[in-house]
């Protein structure tokens, strides 16, 4: 049994299509970021950085694994999916995890901070987030023209990568124009893996839609206050 620590955010929804995706059988524990219950004692034991997602494998001793790409290999590899065990393949979908854990929700995080939740608006810095953030989606939509998926077959990469991207709009970055990628984002929305997994803690999706100006608000509201009371840049992204 896996055991899930996680809350509504892209790197939460990482773990959690990973797992509907393999179906693994995992029970959910919800940490409530707004209450700081990252940063408990307990907590820290298992993921000693303070941040979601992170699991135990109670089939394993117990193993703590933290960092959501490092949770993802982890569970590819115990279900013997998603991930190539040749070199050439296993490489190609790493490749393309460290894209998104490396470049596309770092920058979408901080689009997220300074378009959403900062109390007065830095231009400068909303342009910079959100137009490197779009530079992110062009390369993306470059090789899902060479490809259905990133890697070839459909993998961890695709699910975390997904899970970021999916959420765009709240992060005010404009997809026009990019039929590969729109293409993609809708194959993998139609998967019901990855239609549960964006559920779990709970399903925040019509959040996302613009008609709901007044959840939305509410959910930025909480989000604010988590970021100001972060200690680094870092903490500052939701995820």
């Known amino acids: 049994m896996i055991e899930l620590y996680t809350a509504p955010t892209p790197n939460?929804?990482?773990?959690?299509?990973?797992?509907?995706e393999m179906g693994i059988p995992y029970e959910v524990h919800t940490v409530d970021l707004r209450e700081g219950e990252q940063k408990r004692p307990e907590y820290l034991r298992i993921c000693p950085n303070g941040r979601i997602p992170a699991i135990v494998d109670t089939e394993e001793d117990n193993l703590a694994v933290f960092e959501s790409?490092?949770?993802?290999?982890?569970?590819?590899?115990?279900?013997?999916?998603?991930?190539p065990t040749d070199r050439r393949g296993r490489s190609r979908v790493i490749q393309w995890l460290m894209f998104q854990m490396g470049g596309v929700g770092p920058m979408m995080g901080q689009a997220n901070v300074f378009f959403r939740y900062f109390p007065e608006k830095i231009q400068p810095a909303i342009d910079r987030y959100?137009?490197?953030g779009r530079r992110l989606f062009e390369v993306l939509d470059t090789r899902l023209g060479e490809s259905e998926f990133l890697a070839g077959d459909y993998s961890i990469a695709?699910?975390?990568n997904w899970a970021w991207v999916?959420?765009?709009?709240?992060?005010?970055?404009?997809?026009?124009?990019?039929?590969?990628?729109?293409?993609?984002?809708?194959?993998?929305?139609?998967?019901?893996?990855?239609?549960?997994?964006v559920k779990v803690p709970v399903d925040i999706a019509e959040l996302m839609d613009a008609k709901r100006r007044e959840d939305a608000e509410e959910f930025s509201k909480n989000a604010r206050s988590m970021v100001l009371g972060a200690r680094t840049p870092e903490e500052q992204s939701p995820g």
């Open 158 to 160: 695709d699910m975390a």
């Open 12 to 20: 939460g929804y990482k773990a959690s299509i990973a797992l509907e």
């Open 130 to 132: 959100q137009a490197e």
């Open 69 to 83: 790409g490092a949770v993802m290999i982890y569970l590819a590899e115990k279900c013997g999916k998603f991930l």
């Open 166 to 197: 999916r959420t765009h709009g709240w992060s005010g970055i404009d997809i026009e124009g990019l039929d590969n990628l729109s293409r993609w984002m809708g194959a993998i929305a139609a998967r019901p893996g990855a239609q549960r997994g």
